[in-house]
């Protein structure tokens, strides 16, 4: 990567850009206190975020990464955490150091962007305007924008058709095994943040072309585009 850079780079969101965690914790517990489950707490989310809110709230409800969750308890928290999150998607999240910077030196040498995330749009949008960063994005893919989500590599073939490019011109970064699995699947490089949520996991098992300590390291490891 460092000889031939990439001309088209994509983001995923939440746990690369934004830390919001802070936010879904919050309404996830304003959920299970409606359905009289105990609070689940920040650290227990942090582990089950990266697959949508969904999944997110069935892990929740069953209080394992796993589990199926009781029916019953299921279907009311998670309309419980929509409304909660509708109001607070953006309150307590913050955009990670080393993002606006990184994000400015790409646009201004050439790049061009895109967000690739497996979050709804109905919260992709606003999060990405309440932080001001849809400016930098000229795609947005969200999580019900392509019939399957990643590490299905739909999403990231959709942005690149999108943006007119091709995948051998690509880099995917994002924090998950499932950003990796879908640069994989998809033919297009991929880096990864060791800061976000990846269920546990150490990311670096999961061998992507490179582990960024933050994206204000991407201006020393890529090329400028006139």
Known sequence: MEQQSPRYILFDLDGTLVDSVPDLAWCVDVAMQQVGLPARGEAAVRCWVGNGIEKLMK??????????PDEQLF???YQAFLQAY?????KRSQVYDGVIPALDWLKNHGY?????TNKAEAFTLPLLQEKKLDQY?????SGDTCEHK?????PIL???EALGGKVEEALMIGDSKSDINA???AGCAVFAVPYGYNHGEDIHAYQPDKVLNTLADLPSILAPHQ
């Open 158 to 160: 959709f942005a690149l």
């Open 59 to 68: 892990r929740a409800v069953a209080n394992a990464m796993d589990d199926e």
């Open 86 to 90: 509708k109001e607070n998607h953006a």
């Open 183 to 185: 640069a994989r699947a």
């Open 150 to 154: 990643k590490p299905n590599p739909e």
């Open 112 to 116: 061009q962007l895109g967000c690739v």
């Open 75 to 77: 279907a009311p928290a």
């Open 137 to 141: 994005f000229s795609v947005i893919v």
